[in-house]
């Protein structure tokens, strides 16, 4: 029998098939806490969930579940609402570890998981910032109608669409040309303006650009929420939909400008 059709791997071959240098060394796909930590949890969940009739594109829909639940937590006022967020955050993403360390496994990678892995992402990235601004309005408590962080927070959401968007849009204009697939190297997007170049290197040391995904968003909203308790208020809470609102403008303008002088579209 193949070792990609057993049912019960070790961790060590799953590491092995799994987690190739391909995919351990990808510099814009891997997710810092995929590479920090969540790769080396993952292997024991997928040899659970291998020993189960459940397929990867089912384990990516528990992904897309979990990080919309992720947004529905931080409905729930005060800090009980912060901590489940942030753990969804954490579990969406050791999901998304995991199905396609199933895929690559069994050999049943496609483009309906790859589909399916974009829309997870979308959905969390969606949901968060929507429920964050409704957060800041002091949903479920009256009055929150009458206040403008929803507006806000529904603003930060399409920001952060149209940013994820972007780097799609990248992706369907090289196959529009018939273009080969970019390779996942962080040469790829250095801007090819020297001036652009400086900013892309000052924004290493605050990296506020990293600030719109679903992990990350979960992090703030908790460390806002500790704030949120020393004020006695959600003047903290507040403070981080604006910031991430205004930061976000900036973060597009740039992702626009380094694609546009880099060699992705080249």
């Given amino acids: 029998m193949k070792p990609e059709?057993?049912?019960?791997?070790?961790?060590?071959?799953?590491?092995?098939?799994?987690?190739?240098?391909?995919?351990r060394d990808r510099k814009n796909s891997e997710h810092w806490v995929a590479d920090v930590y969540?790769?080396?949890?993952s292997p024991?969940?997928?040899s659970v969930l291998l020993r189960t009739s459940i397929t990867a594109n089912g384990v990516t829909y528990l992904m897309i579940a979990t990080g919309a639940l992720a947004g529905v937590a931080l409905l729930i006022p005060g800090m009980p609402g912060?901590?489940?967020?942030?753990l969804l955050g954490q579990m969406q993403m050791l999901w998304d570890c995991s199905d396609g360390e199933?895929?690559?496994?069994?050999?049943?990678?496609?483009?309906?998981g790859v589909f399916l892995d974009?829309?997870?992402?979308?959905?969390?990235e969606a949901c968060i910032p929507l429920a964050l601004g409704l957060r800041a309005a002091g949903f479920p408590d009256a009055g929150w109608?009458?206040?403008?962080?929803?507006?806000i927070g529904a603003l930060l959401a399409l920001i952060i669409m149209f940013n994820k968007a972007l780097n799609d849009m990248v992706h369907v204009s090289r196959a529009y040309n018939n273009m080969p697939r970019l390779e996942d190297k962080e040469s790829v997007g250095v801007p090819g303006v020297s001036g652009l170049r400086r900013v892309r290197s000052l924004a290493r040391f605050v990296p506020f650009h990293r600030a719109y995904h679903s992990v990350e968003l979960t992090i703030l909203a908790f460390i806002a929420s500790i704030g949120d308790l020393f004020t006695g208020d959600l003047q903290v809470t507040r403070i981080l939909v604006a910031a991430l609102a205004i930061l976000g403008v900036l973060t597009i303008i740039g992702h626009f400008l380094s694609i546009m002088t880099s060699s992705k579209l080249k």
């Fill in 38 to 41: 969540l790769r080396d949890i």
């Fill in 102 to 112: 199933i895929a690559r496994w069994r050999g049943t990678s496609s483009p309906k």
């Fill in 145 to 151: 109608l009458d206040s403008s962080w929803p507006l």
């Fill in 118 to 124: 974009r829309v997870g992402h979308y959905v969390a």
């Fill in 82 to 86: 912060a901590t489940l967020a942030l």
């Fill in 5 to 23: 059709r057993q049912t019960h791997p070790t961790i060590a071959q799953i590491r092995e098939v799994c987690q190739p240098p391909s995919v």
């Fill in 44 to 46: 024991y969940l997928t």
